[in-house]
């Protein structure tokens, strides 16, 4: 019978086969109430931050207890992979721009077999051990068992950062009642910089480390129902997205030492960064489906695409005047 591994060696080998799937980074935190946390989520909350993202409202408790989540979490194992290709985007005015991380594939179905294989092997070591695994898929709060596992602090634009790989990166965590060497927290490393606070096109960081999520241009271009027309101060703003917005992380200076993506997963489908407006407005479903099969753009629904396409059109017709923000952030 093959020997126990001791909770550091079970911990080193877990993370070898992380990173030999092809993860970019890994930590682990140890699982207990997000406490710290408490209060400032239930302000967002209150402050109305989530928009109509109600089921952040719905999942609090069990976003601020993994033992809601699952009852035996002792661990919670973290990793991070990123998704920036050495595509970039162009600004074209006929063009909608979309966000990087919906170039390629669904993250969800990239990340989460991988994830899977994570909690098989644990039982392979661990026979009764008890995981699951999330990306973006559950009520966990990603954001914050990261910066718990050290993978990054949290920035003032509110993503997670890391000195090593930058922030665009997808987060996946895997609760599980397998005991873990716990790794530390990182240093906040945003000093006095406010690029991203200065760069944001509709004020959505309202404070440095708070976004208030309804003036986003990610919530309003994938959140929203299609049937939602944007408000004007909104849709005077959009700059030009067309899904998503990177604008936040594209002017943050640690992003600079970025980690390339060789993902071919990740990599723009028809090496498109951007899509002719023109070209939504007239596409049929059958095109849209063919076009954006496994693509996270499928979320917007072909009538969600053609409704940022109609508020992009029509924002460009009556360009902000006075503070128009500067688009040419993209290297
Ligand atoms: C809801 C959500 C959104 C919402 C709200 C975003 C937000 N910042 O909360 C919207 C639709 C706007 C959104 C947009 C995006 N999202 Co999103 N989103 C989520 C989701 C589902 C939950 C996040 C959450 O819990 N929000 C609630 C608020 C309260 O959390 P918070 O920002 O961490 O708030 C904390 C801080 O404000 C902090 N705080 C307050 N005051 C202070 C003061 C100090 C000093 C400090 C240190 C902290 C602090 O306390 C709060 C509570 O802990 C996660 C997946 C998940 N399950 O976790 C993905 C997730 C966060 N999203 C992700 C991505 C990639 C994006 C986009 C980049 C996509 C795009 N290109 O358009 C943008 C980025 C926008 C931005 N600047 O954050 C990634 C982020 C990866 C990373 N590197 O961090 C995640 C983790 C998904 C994933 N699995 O990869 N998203
Ligand atoms: S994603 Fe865009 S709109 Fe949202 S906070 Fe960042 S810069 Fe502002
Ligand atoms: S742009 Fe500056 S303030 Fe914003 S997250 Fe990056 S380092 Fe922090």
């Keep these: 019978m093959d020997a126990v591994l001791t909770t550091r060696a079970l911990t080193d080998e877990l993370k070898k086969l992380c990173f030999a799937l092809g993860f970019d980074a ?6 207990e109430p997000l406490d710290s946390e408490r209060h400032r989520l239930d302000i967002w909350l209150e402050k109305g931050y989530h928009g109509t993202m109600y089921y952040m409202e719905r999942t609090r ?10 009852a035996s979490v002792k661990s919670v194992i ?3 992979e990123s998704y920036d290709t050495h595509f970039r985007h162009t600004n074209c005015p006929e ?7 919906s170039w390629g594939d669904d993250y969800h179905d990239v990340l989460l077999p991988k994830l899977g294989r994570v909690a098989e092997w644990l039982t392979e070591q661990i026979p009764d051990c008890e995981s699951k695994a999330y990306v973006d898929t559950g009520p966990v709060m990603e954001k914050q068992w990261a910066r718990r596992a050290g993978i990054g602090w949290q920035g003032k634009n509110t993503n997670i950062i890391s000195r090593r790989i930058g922030s665009f990166f997808f987060l996946g965590v895997v609760l599980t ?19 991203c606070l200065d760069a944001c096109p509709t004020g959505a960081l309202v404070e440095p480390y708070v976004l208030d999520g309804s003036r986003c241009i990610s919530y309003w271009t994938i959140e929203t129902k299609p049937t939602t027309e944007f408000p004007t101060d909104i849709r005077q703003r959009l700059d030009g997205w067309l899904f998503g917005c990177d604008v ?3 002017v943050c200076p640690w992003n600079r030492f970025r980690k390339e993506s060789h993902n071919e997963a990740f990599m723009p ?28 753009i499928k979320r917007a629904k072909l009538a969600g695409l053609k409704r940022n396409a109609r508020m992009l059109h029509t924002s460009i017709e009556c360009p902000q005047e006075s503070d128009a923000h500067e688009t040419d952030h993209f290297r």
């Design 95 to 101: 063009n909608g721009k979309l966000s990087r991380y």
């Design 177 to 195: 009642s397998a005991e873990l060497e716990p790794d530390e927290p990182i240093a906040d490393y945003c000093g006095t910089c406010t690029a």
């Design 61 to 70: 408790d069990k976003r601020l207890d993994p033992h809601l989540v699952l």
């Design 26 to 31: 890994v930590g682990i935190a140890h699982a």
């Design 269 to 296: 489908r028809l090496g498109e960064t951007s899509l002719a407006l023109n070209a939504v407005l007239s596409m049929t479903e059958e095109e849209f489906r063919q076009r954006f099969r496994q693509s996270p």
């Design 78 to 80: 973290v990793v991070a």
């Design 248 to 250: 936040c992380q594209d």
